[in-house]
């Protein structure tokens, strides 16, 4: 380094370089001291690929996770399956499920359904009895409901109410026909239901209401009185039958005693 004189010093350049170094730890220092504890390290050089390719694969994985959270069952099996024929070849004709055994909650409850449930029937719950049993747990067993469309055949339905009808009053306030809606003149019945259920007999003792039997007064007084009329009504025959009789036998009699004059 050439100086103001006019000559060359060996020691300026160690000088200088003391200098600058002692400038750059002090700049090291205060950036420590102003550096927050949640701020990250300044990287000063390139990183590497591997970083590079490591950060690409867990922005790439964080987006595919979110697409595949906003679809729903069905997107993501149509999809998984896509990939699965577009990577591995094949035809979607080869995923096709057959529906033959397929049940739905409804057809499950109607298998595993009880009338009344004891305790051997909750001993080895299955997902179906416990299904079923869910179902019954929210029916109301007071009054039944009377399915009697074959009564002649000396065949009778019951069940139990839902909550429709106990808001509606059907089964208690109205006829517990499931046919008829009758509101007056009902009665509770307490009949012994006797039922077979998965191969088993059993009874129960189940609450109705139905209409009455029991006839009217009115209706009372009009047989009593059918009843006197066709009483007296006979009685009035009986008495003609009598005199018609003996008017025949007195026309006799004296015919005979005709006849007995003549022969003289």
Known sequence: MHGHGGYDSDFSDDEHCGES?????????????????????????????????ELLDRE??????????AMDAYQR???????YILYYGGKKEDFKR????????????RENHRFLW???????????????????????????????????????????????????????????NKYCDKKEGLKSWEVNFGYIEHGEKRNALVKLSKRKEIKSKKRKDKTKKDCEESSHKKSRLSSAEEASKKKDKGHSSSKKSEDSLLSK
């Not at 529906?99 to 409850?109: S, Y």
């Not at 067993?141 to 059907?170: M, Q, T």
């Open 118 to 176: 004891n305790e051997e029937d909750e001993m080895d719950m299955t997902w179906e009895k416990r299904l079923a049993k869910k179902y019954y747990d929210k029916l109301f067993k007071e009054y039944c409901i009377a399915d009697l469309s074959k009564y002649k055949e000396n065949k009778f339905g019951f069940r139990w109410r839902v909550e429709k009808e106990v808001i509606s009053g059907k089964g208690q306030f109205f006829c517990g």
């Open 21 to 53: 170094s002692k400038r750059k730890k002090r700049t090291v220092e205060d950036d420590l001291l102003l550096q927050k504890p949640f701020q990250k390290e300044k990287h000063g050089k390139v990183a590497h690929k591997q970083v590079a390719a």
């Open 60 to 69: 790439e994985a964080r987006n595919r996770r979110f697409h595949l959270i």
């Open 77 to 83: 099996h149509t999809k998984f399956v896509n990939d």
């Open 98 to 109: 057959l529906g033959e055994n397929d049940k739905t909650d409804l057809d499950v409850i």
